[in-house]
């Protein structure tokens, strides 16, 4: 079994920042891809960020030069640092993992968190 576990949300004035983390535990043999997706009220959810296991990134346009993601290999996590927030970033923001797992990496799936609220105040 794999588990994410997110924390980091809250609220915040409009200019502000907010660092997001998320910790992928249990049966990891690898992590393909992690990123962050966010859903509004009456919204889908949609692709924050994006790390893949090359290192290689993409951002929704929304959020280009504002947020910005990284990660630890050694504590298998990936990080959101959100700088200039604004009201319209209020949302749900959920982590995603895309990890290959079990003693002999035979099993890949996708992965949720439980979801933290982030909300930015006008």
């Known amino acids: 079994q794999v588990q994410l576990v997110e924390s980091g949300g809250g609220l915040v004035q409009a200019g502000g920042s907010l660092r997001l983390s998320c910790a992928a535990s249990?049966?990891?043999?690898?992590?393909?891809?992690m990123g962050w997706y966010r859903q509004a009220p009456g919204k889908q959810r949609d692709l924050v960020a994006r790390i893949m296991s090359g290192g290689s990134v993409n951002y929704a346009d929304s959020v280009k030069d504002r947020f910005t993601i990284s990660r630890d290999n050694a504590k298998n996590t990936v990080y959101l640092q959100m700088n200039s927030l604004k009201p319209e970033d209020t949302a749900v923001y959920y982590c995603y993992a895309d990890i290959t797992s079990g003693r002999l990496g035979l099993m890949r799936n996708d992965y949720w968190g439980q979801g933290t609220q982030v909300t930015v105040s006008s």
């Open positions: 249990g049966s990891v043999f690898s992590i393909n891809a």
